[in-house]
């Protein structure tokens, strides 16, 4: 009955979702260019960078006609601790035949969530405890019968079904749930006691090559700063190459592809390898707040019900050096999703103040693991309760008009019904995931919220491109992580074609309209989506 009252509701408002908003392709460009530019230093946060930054985003929304988000600020402070390893010595592996040894950044990168100056790991057991998982609900536990406590975990990374062509298995198949992600791989450890956790790094199943890995995980890493400096985690965490795993595997007279299999089962118990671990670093510490820009367009009628609009400001700085280049601008990734965020707001402004308020954010620190949008949703400047829903950006459509929209994690919540007829109306369909086994919904912001009982859109453009077809939007994808992904080579090209970003923007711009003109619209997730008990207790609550 829910969902009918959705669709009914949809039906009333055709003519008003077929309006084509004013989506400026010049606003997409001008900010995608300024900040993706040398001048904005990859916009790293906390970094002298971030203050150009912000100031440059809040120009733009104030232009746009937004008003300050946050009690007349435009601002939220976030506190942040920056922790850089530095002289990393090689860690070493004992205990059968001669030591084997660990090179940083070669064979293994290594850090800490730990808030102290030295981290020293010293003769600690390793243990394969396969994917890592502790899942009650599916009767799946890789650390059954095993202590960990004070010792090396080794785990691979994905979910054990990740090979499966399709959506059966106990982790949803081929899609990547969150258990597959390595946060919860880290965070799973550390409840164990582990003293150290260390992912195998496999460029299918990471979804990333393993200099994505360097240059994510090495120098500066930030976390929030909080109380306790984190000394509930593990003293290591980090990734180890393929290469490098097979020959500590070997040293314990084990093979990775034969525990790989075996730990694609259910029932899977962990193996200890009879080997240690010794190693250590130490810390440069720094304390600085980081900062989310939050603007807002006021509602008419029901002002304190909010619709959703975010994106993430912030990317990798300076990183590895190619060809003399060490700034990794991120101009995809995610200036062109804080320029839609901009012409979102243009957009909005111009068409008037719904009932409902619109705000807009852009967060810092999403390549840190989420952070700003994380300490945004445990400490909400709009409640999240009154929050009805939204749509995160990261990296818009540059290579021309596809002929499908991808719902990213697929039969999530009733916005997907929401979004259908909006697409259709632009002549597309409803496409499938390229590459589920990604995970790319517990990847970026809107999961931040997600998980926290507010309903996210994670969707756009899939690879059925309108010229060139699947062939050309796979080959598109491909190069992009390949080449440009978390390296300097993600640059601002004035030959984009932005056609697509504009008809994916329209969609965006349609459903939180959509949202914001009828405050009795409320939508939920599925009911079997992992988030549903959340939202309901939330609503409960506000009501």
């Not at 975990?153 to 106990?170: H, S, Y």
């Not at 998980?451 to 994808?477: F, N, T």
């Not at 009795?520 to 409960?540: C, H």
């Amino acid at each position: 009955m829910r969902r009918l009252i959705l669709l009914s509701l949809l039906l009333s408002g055709t003519a008003m979702a077929q309006d084509r908003p004013a989506i400026s392709v010049e606003t997409l460009k001008t900010v995608t260019q300024t900040l993706g530019s040398d001048e904005y230093e990859g916009r790293a946060p906390t970094t002298p960078a971030e203050d150009k930054t912000v100031a440059y985003i809040i120009d733009r929304f104030q232009k746009a006609g937004l008003k300050p988000g946050n009690k007349g600020s435009w601002t939220q402070d976030v506190p942040m601790v920056e922790i850089t390893a530095t002289d990393v010595r090689p860690f070493t592996v004992s205990g059968k035949g001669a030591p084997i040894t660990l090179d940083y950044r070669r064979d293994m990168v290594v850090g800490t969530y730990r808030v102290t100056p030295r981290i020293d790991l010293k003769n600690s057991e390793m243990v394969f405890v396969g994917y890592g998982i502790t899942a009650p609900e599916k009767g799946w536990d890789d650390y059954a019968g095993v202590d960990v406590r004070g010792k090396t975990v080794v785990i691979l990374v994905n979910d054990a079904d990740w090979q499966t062509m399709g959506r059966d298995g106990p982790f949803e198949g081929r899609a990547m749930t969150w258990y597959g992600r390595w946060p919860y791989k880290f965070e799973n450890a550390a409840k164990h006691g582990a003293a150290a956790a260390l992912i195998v790094h496999q460029t299918e199943p990471a979804a990333y090559p393993w200099a994505v890995v360097q240059s994510s995980w090495t120098g500066p890493q930030l976390e929030l700063d909080e109380p306790g400096d984190h000394m509930d985690q593990a003293q290591v965490i980090g990734w180890l190459q393929e290469p490098a795993a097979q020959r500590i595997l070997a040293a314990a007279g084990r093979d990775l592809a034969t525990l790989t299999k075996a730990a694609q089962v259910k029932g899977f118990r962990a193996v200890p390898l009879g080997l240690t671990l010794s190693g250590g670093f130490s810390n440069t510490i720094r304390r600085q707040a980081s900062k989310n820009v939050i603007g807002v367009l006021p509602g008419t009628t029901t002002l304190g019900d909010y619709v959703l609009y975010s994106a993430h400001w912030d990317h990798l700085g300076r990183c590895d050096a190619v060809d003399g280049d060490d700034i990794c601008n991120g101009a995809l990734d995610n200036a062109s999703g804080v320029a839609g965020l901009v012409a979102l707001a243009e957009a909005q402004a111009k068409a008037g103040p719904a009932k409902r308020s619109i705000a807009f954010l852009a967060v810092t620190a999403e390549e840190s693991g989420l952070l700003g949008s994380g300490y945004y949703a445990q400490h909400p400047v709009f409640p999240l309760s009154r929050t009805v829903g939204g749509v995160n950006m990261d990296g818009l459509n540059v290579t021309g008009r596809s002929r499908d929209f991808v719902l990213v994690g697929k039969g999530k919540s009733e916005i997907e019904d929401m979004v259908v007829p909006l697409v259709k109306a632009q002549g597309r369909y409803i496409g499938e995931e390229a590459h589920p086994e990604r995970g790319g919904y517990y990847r970026s912001d809107h999961f931040s919220f997600a998980k926290l009982g507010v309903p996210m859109l994670d969707g756009g453009s899939g690879e059925d491109k309108v010229v060139g077809g699947k062939a050309a939007g796979r080959a598109a994808s491909d190069d992009y992580v390949a080449h440009r992904y978390h390296k300097p080579a993600d640059e601002y090209d004035p030959n984009w074609d932005w056609t697509g970003a504009v008809e994916d923007l329209t969609v965006y711009y349609q459903l939180g309209r959509k949202l914001a003109e009828h405050p009795g619209l409320w939508p939920n997730w599925y009911p079997t989506a992992e988030f549903r008990g959340i939202r309901d207790m939330s609503r409960k609550n506000a009501q």
